[in-house]
């Protein structure tokens, strides 16, 4: 049976969320574990935003602080633990990233190592093209945030695990995965070739609305824990309202024999409701979302504001159709290119990119 703790914490309190992850730890024989790989690499949820209010965008320091100091408490030395992540396709230079979300600070404090995965070169897995630091097979501990997601409705300890693949390789895959049900396929091959050994979810303060990036800030109080990435997921999805399905990852992850459908809770039990993203109004149903005309006639697609738009031109490096251009000097979606991966939208950094109506939801026949 997939295991999944749970715990409820209003703040971000660095003894309780201790006390939780080493009651989860010990339990599930991390420490033991660990101590006999020669790396362990904290994978956060990190996100470029020009914003001091880093606990609704990315993991929160507290969590990765806590993590870091119970590896250390249990033998396992500084110089085998790592903390990486490659925060969206287009930031090679993570290093203002890992400043503003506080694991430089974390990193120097206690002398650990900090890898960015966007500018090292692949590997293939299982077909998937990741990040070659993974060949060194290093013990991954999994440290997401709970946020919704244009794509795929939520990001959590599955999605998180993209972060692995390098720059180019996630712009490719943005191209050649381009709708929900292709791209949440994906994300469970991704999850079958890494295997992280352990997920944890920060949903202390979280994401809703236009996440990844564009959401807004909502209080949930809770941390959850599970060897099983699907299924904390799967409980985290069910907690927050998703109907059974919804989530396509989760489904997917069933469909590759990752998870069985089934997790047995043991700690706190929560109920959330999420403000969900805007193109997720209605779910396009899997016959039709291969068809670019049925999506045009279905999705809804981004539209820049060029009000507060600042001709930062993120997204028309993001976009990986090259379907945003220039119009009248603001950037300009082109529908007939865009395939709503919803890329532009999570790397604005000034909230101007929003979603426009489709046709049937503007006439209110879905």
Known sequence: MNLVYAKKISAYDVRQISDFIDMVFRKENVYAEASKRSSVLLKPNLLSKPTKDCDFVTTNRVVVEAVVMLLLENKIEPSRIVIGDGASAINKNMDAIFYESGMTSIADRFSLSLVNFNVLPYTEKMGIKLSNYLDSDPYIINLAKLKTHMLTKLTLSVKNLYGLLPSAVKLSYHSQFNTEDSFCRLLSKI?????????????????????????????????????????LDSFIGDSCGFKKGELLF?????????????????????????????????????????SRFARHLLTSYPLIINDTCRKCMKCMSMCPE????LKEGYPF???????????????????????????????KIV
């Open 322 to 325: 090259g379907a945003i251009t």
């Open 250 to 290: 989760v489904k997917h992850g069933i469909i590759d024999n990752l998870f069985d459908g089934k997790y047995a809770l043991v700690g706190d039990n929560f109920s959330c409701s999420l403000k969900k993203p805007t193109r997720n109004a209605f779910t396009l149903p899997l016959t039709l979302a291969d």
């Open 333 to 363: 979606v082109r529908k007939r290119e865009c395939v709503a991966c919803y890329c532009c939208v999570e790397v604005c950094p000034y909230k101007s990119i929003k979603t426009k109506k489709s046709f049937l939801e503007k006439v």
């Open 191 to 231: 999850y079958k070739a890494v295997m992280p050994a352990v997920n944890i979810v920060d949903g202390i303060v979280s994401m809703e609305g236009n996440g990844p990036g564009s959401g807004e800030k909502k209080d949930v109080g809770i941390i959850a824990c599970s060897r099983n990435g699907f299924a």
